[in-house]
Every structure is written in C-alpha cells, then in structure tokens.
C-alpha cells in the first residue's frame, strides 16, 4: 500500500528579553549553574508572578508577522505534569485562550508554493536543564538541575497539519524562523536551544481523509535533524502497518548519532495535564490600538520585501529570496543600492565574493570588514568602466584587508582599466601575431578560439584592458 504522511510542528522560540517571563533574573545564556533565579523562579511559597509586558509585546509582534489574529483577551493557565527540571511541578502556559490565533505562512517548495495554517501561539516559561555527570543519564552516576532556564520566556507557535513531506516541514521552520528574525524578538541560535520543535507525525493511505495515529518527536533543534527524524519515523511507521501492527501514540526521541527514534513515553493529551486557570496573574487584555501601534512597529517583512526586490530591481525570485533570507543581508543590499550599485551586480557581488569571505572566516555580514558604502562605491567603478569585473575582484581583496575607499585602492594600486583604443589595438595586434593557431583555428570556423586570444590580450595587459573593447578589436581584425 502506498502511504502519505500528515505533518504538524510545534516550534517553540525563547524570546529575546533581558530578564524572565515573571520575575527580574537575567536570561543571559551560559551562566554558572543556578546563578540566574530567585524565589519567583525557583517556586518557592508565597511567591507572585508579574508577567514581564515586554514577553507581551514580542509574542503580539510574532504574531502579527505570522499574519494571526490577536485576541484582546487572553489568559495563563497552569500546566501540571512532573518533571524535575520544574520546580513547580506545573507550568505557567496559555491553554484555550491563547494569546494569538488562526495565522500562516507561505513557503516555497520544490513543488510551487505551498500555505502551512498556524493553529495558536501562546506564551509560556521554559523549563531548567538537567545535567548529566556522564555523556547520557544511561552512563551517568549523578544528575543535578540547572534552574538558570526556569522562566525564560518562550512563545509556541502550533502549526496545522498541514505539511505531507520532510522537505516542508524543514522550509516551514526555516521560514518562521527567518520571520522572527527579522521582527527581532528572538536569537533563534539553536546551538543554545533558543529555536526548537516538536513534530507531530502520522501516516495514512493515500488518498484518505482518515488521520492515522501520531507519534511526536521531542526538541528537535536543527533542521537536519527535523528532515532525517522525519524520515525515519514516516519510514518506521510504514513497515510497523506493513508488518500488520499498529503504530502507539507515544513520544519518542531522535537518536542522530544512530540516525533512529526511540520510544520515551506514552503520549499524553491535553486532558492529563489537567489545566486550571492560573490564579496568581490576572488575564491579558490588550486593546485595538495597541495592537495597531505593535503592527506600526514592524520591519519589512521577508515576503513583502522579497516582493519588493524582484518589482523594483529586477532581481530573479531565487536572487531575491536568498537577499532577503536575513534581515542583516537585506539591508545590506538596500545600503549597496543606496550607495550608487546597479541592483543585480550588487545581488551577485553579495552572493558570490561577500558571501565567499564571511563564511571562509565564519562570521555574519554585520561583522563584514566591507561595509555596504564601500562596496557600493567599488560597483559604481565597474559601471563607469573605471574598474573591470576582474580587477574588481582585486580590489574587493585589498577592500578586504584595508579600510581604504576603492578608489584610493584603485588608484594606489595602478589598476585603472585601460579604454584607449590604439593602446588596446598595440596589444590585440601583437596577441593576433604571436598566436598563429588560434588565429588559424578561429578563421577555419572555431569561434571559440577567440577566447584564448582575449585571455592572452588581458595577460598582457594586466588585466586591466576593457574587454569589450578587446572582444570587437579581435572580432574586427579577424573578420
């Protein structure tokens, strides 16, 4: 039988505030241990929460980029289950009145454009961390608790199942994160657990509109990871139906070192959790207007900016969706483009030698040491044929090491491109005589012949002779 998977991620994002969801300890990352809480996070009693407004405002920002309905009622609710990195033993969250509601996002996949429905996003505390003495709690004698993470704010976006492929589930991801990126209410540094998800996973014969059972995967924090888990379990799921047997809703854990998922407990619903309204924090109202001015606030979007892009510059849709990928990028190249650069050479210089660099030396293209003026000035030299595309290439390498202008560099160096004719015709004439086979081979109906000759014309001339005018002087002289 031929199967079809229903997928849907619960992505869950520490926002980028300076201290807790409802008390004033830091939530800076990689602390000594159980330096960062207090009696509010520690659930000490007699302690009151007060909800931190900014966690308010970023999870409103979060949602109207995700494009939800805000709700001007809201409230937090107490989540019981146990686990000993809770001190609570109950987790302050948002049940079935969520701050946002009923969003989307778009996303392109290798199949044209595809819209993944957003059921909720709901503010919430992290949990702490347990430490191992070992490199598993299989091989580890002692666990002690972290506590520095209880309370960090954390919004959960819960998608729709609306994703049938690994592939999707991972550009869904990638898309959500990129957005909060780019509204800057989140790291999303996954190496420090700020972006992580759950998957939901379930398979169905094709064709059926009947869900079969699910299994979720737990705190999956890389995309990898998101595309091989899912593969595995869809995989795992088939042969269990195959064999005749029925798949268990449970939890299960992705193993990468073994590229397996393993069985962790049986999956709870929401009814376990037995949700009660938390009495401590009074509920949320936020009012039209708020809302509005929180609308007002936020960037250009990645859509409506890669819109933007291809309308106004021309740029190509892959060009466009890989410049505005980040919002650091992005506004780098509108800085380029202000600076004089035609758009496309400034997408490609950006692409290609900028990007070439920044990964080489493994830093951002906030850290460039070729600010967006500078290379914006080095591409005008090229338009006004100050400069070849090839010497430019030297140029960006001293641009690289130097904080010189272009033109300084340009200038400095000797490295004017040469546009007199006769000088050019001198070399071209010498190149025709010295080069008898090419010439020869190029006549006889070889056209591509004359490549080699324009080489030898630009080896001689130090690279600095107009190649277009060396392309028509040889395509003149040799008929």
């Not at 595809?114 to 091989?139: F, Q």
């Not at 207007?289 to 106004?312: G, H, M, N, V």
Request: proline share 4%.
């Amino acid at each position: 039988m031929s199967y079809e998977a229903v997928i849907g991620l619960e992505i869950h994002s520490e926002l980028k505030t300076n201290t807790k969801i409802f008390c004033g300890c830091a939530t800076s990352f990689g602390a000594e241990h159980n330096t960062h809480v207090c009696p509010v996070c520690l659930g000490l009693p007699g302690v009151l929460p007060v909800l931190n407004k900014r966690v308010l405002e970023f999870a409103i920002k979060a949602g109207l980029a995700l494009n939800c309905k805000i709700n001007n009622f809201s409230k937090f609710d107490r989540k019981n289950y146990y686990y000993p990195d809770l001190p609570k033993n109950w987790q302050t969250s948002q049940y079935d009145l969520p701050i946002c509601e009923h969003g989307y996002v778009d996303i392109e996949t290798s199949k044209g454009k595809k819209r993944i429905r957003i059921t909720r996003i709901h503010m919430e505390e992290d949990a702490g961390k347990l430490v191992h003495s070992g490199n598993t709690i299989k091989d580890s004698e002692t666990s002690n608790v972290d506590y520095n993470r209880t309370g960090v704010p954390l919004i959960e976006i819960v998608s729709e199942p609306d994703m049938s492929t690994p592939e999707e589930a991972r550009l869904y991801m990638e898309k959500v994160k990129s957005i909060l990126q780019y509204i800057d209410v989140s790291n999303c540094k996954m190496e420090e657990g700020n972006l992580r998800a759950d998957l939901n996973v379930s398979i169905r014969p094709k064709g059926s509109d009947v869900l079969g059972t699910r299994t979720e995967m737990k705190n999956i924090n890389s995309f990898k990871a998101v595309e091989e888990a899912l593969e595995y379990e869809i995989e795992r799921q088939e042969e269990v139906l195959e064999d005749g047997g029925h798949v268990i809703q449970e939890t299960r854990t992705w193993d990468p070192d073994r590229g397996i998922t393993l069985s962790m407990r049986s999956k709870e619903n929401a009814h376990d959790y037995r949700y009660m309204p938390e009495p401590d924090l009074v509920p949320i109202i936020t009012s039209d207007e708020e809302i509005e001015a929180y609308r007002k606030s936020l960037p250009e979007l990645p859509d409506a900016r890669q819109a933007r892009l291809e309308s106004e510059y021309g740029l190509s849709g892959y060009d466009a969706g890989i410049i505005t990928s980040s919002r650091q990028m992005a506004e780098y190249f509108d800085d380029v483009v202000a600076a004089g650069a035609d758009a496309k050479l400034a997408a490609n210089w950006i692409m290609g030698d900028l990007s070439k660099n920044l990964n080489a030396e493994g830093i951002g293209i906030e850290a460039s040491p070729v600010d967006a003026k500078r290379l914006g000035e080095m591409i005008c030299l090229i338009s006004k044929g100050t400069i070849s595309s090839k010497i430019a290439k030297k140029v960006f390498e001293e641009m690289w090491k130097s904080p010189d202008s272009p033109e300084k560099i340009v200038k400095d160096k000797g490295l004017v491109q040469i546009t007199d004719t006769k000088a050019i015709e001198a070399i071209v004439d010498k190149v025709i005589a010295d080069n008898p086979k090419a010439v020869e081979e190029y006549k006889g109906g070889k056209k591509k012949a004359i490549g080699s000759l324009v080489g030898q014309v630009m080896k001689q001339s130090k690279g600095k002779a107009n190649p277009q005018m060396v392309n028509e002087l040889l395509t003149q002289k040799l008929g």
